[in-house]
């Protein structure tokens, strides 16, 4: 883990590896998922099931993975 970002309700991760950085949303809908990104910590290593789609309209543009969470 990148790093993590609490938007009250959302956390936000950004998952590193050699290809770059990756956005994961995790909302509260998924107990499991949600208890695991709050306990996360910097470096932690985490593993998120490969599903990608399209960011909600705040796409980045400076990240080669920026239009995709």
Same mark, same amino acid.
């Given at each position: 883990?990148?790093? @993590? &970002? +609490?938007? #009250? #309700? !959302?956390?936000?991760? +950004? !998952? @590193? +590896? /050699?290809?770059?950085?990756?956005?994961? &949303?995790? $909302? %509260? =809908?998924?107990? $499991?998922?949600?208890?695991?990104? +709050? *306990?996360? /910590?910097? *470096?932690?290593?985490?593993?998120? %099931?490969?599903?990608? @789609? %399209? =960011?909600? #309209? !705040?796409?980045? %543009?400076?990240?080669? =993975?920026?239009?995709? *969470?």
């Amino acid at each position: 883990m990148h790093k @993590r &970002r +609490d938007h #009250g #309700g !959302l956390i936000f991760i +950004d !998952l @590193r +590896d /050699r290809s770059g950085l990756v956005q994961v &949303r995790v $909302d %509260p =809908t998924r107990a $499991d998922a949600y208890h695991t990104a +709050d *306990e996360a /910590r910097g *470096e932690y290593v985490l593993q998120s %099931p490969p599903s990608a @789609r %399209p =960011t909600a #309209g !705040l796409a980045n %543009p400076n990240m080669a =993975t920026g239009e995709i *969470e």
